[in-house]
């Protein structure tokens, strides 16, 4: 049990265009899930938490209107990223959680923007 | 703002020694320590857990140290294997309801044979 997917596991796109990342809690529903990023050999980052039916709230640093987080289930979180510039190049994991507050991580989706 | 750190980058062990890895923490009104570890190119696993109220908490071939007085946390590997090779974070829950983890730098195990 407790199993979160992420789709794509991999994307690559051009500069300027938009990207699109799912966070899904396969066998259990999440009222929270968490976006991280993580860059090449450096620890996961916070960028946001994502709360079904209300808005994200993003920590401090990063751009909302950047980075839009749709939580419209209880199964379900997007992250996409506007007009990606080879910056945005990362690793995004999401996490959901559980009702024992325990987060389980999703297997993340590595961008690189051209 | 305040942060989990680790004390070494890089950890190079023989196979079927003991790994120790270290961590500290900032923030003493924390109380839940969570450590992962992450394989190349995949999300962070859990591995063990440990509340403020205890000292010491034991998995399999797992241990988990928390020394609040300096606030250090220590991850302890028995009869460490290949299969272990992999980077190692610490993370720390923030109180307050946030539910917010803060993960420590990150230390790399390599397994020798």
């Known amino acids: 049990g407790a199993v979160v997917s992420q789709h794509p596991s991999w994307v690559i796109c051009k500069s300027g265009t938009s990207v699109k990342i799912e966070c899904r809690s396969l066998?259990?529903?999440?009222?929270?899930m968490f976006w991280y990023r993580q860059f090449p050999k450096q620890s996961l980052m916070l960028m946001a938490t994502s709360n079904e039916g209300s808005k994200a709230t993003y920590e401090q640093g990063v751009e909302k209107d950047k980075f839009l987080i749709n939580h419209a289930s209880l199964t379900l979180s997007t992250l996409t990223v506007t007009s990606a510039h080879p910056e945005d190049s990362s690793f995004y994991i999401c996490?959901?959680?559980?009702?024992?507050?325990?987060?389980?991580f999703g297997p993340g989706t590595r961008l690189t923007v051209l | 703002g305040e942060s989990v750190g680790l004390h070494l980058p890089t950890l190079s062990v023989q196979e079927g020694d003991n790994s120790i890895i270290n961590c500290a923490y900032s923030?003493?009104?924390?109380?839940?320590f969570i450590w992962y570890k992450q394989e190349s190119g995949k999300g962070p696993q859990f591995i063990i857990d440990?509340?403020?109220?205890?000292d010491k908490r034991q998995g399999q071939r797992v241990t988990v140290l928390l020394n609040k007085t300096v606030k250090h946390l220590s991850l302890q590997i028995a009869a460490t294997q290949p299969g272990d090779s992999a980077v190692y974070f610490c993370?720390?829950?923030?109180?307050?309801?946030?539910?917010?983890?803060?993960f420590g730098a990150g230390t790399r195990l390599a397994v020798h044979p």
């Open positions: 923030n003493s009104a924390s109380d839940y």
């Open positions: 996490s959901a959680m559980g009702r024992s507050g325990e987060q389980f």
């Open positions: 440990i509340r403020s109220n205890m």
């Open positions: 066998d259990f529903q999440a009222t929270t």
């Open positions: 993370a720390e829950l923030l109180s307050g309801g946030y539910n917010k983890l803060i």
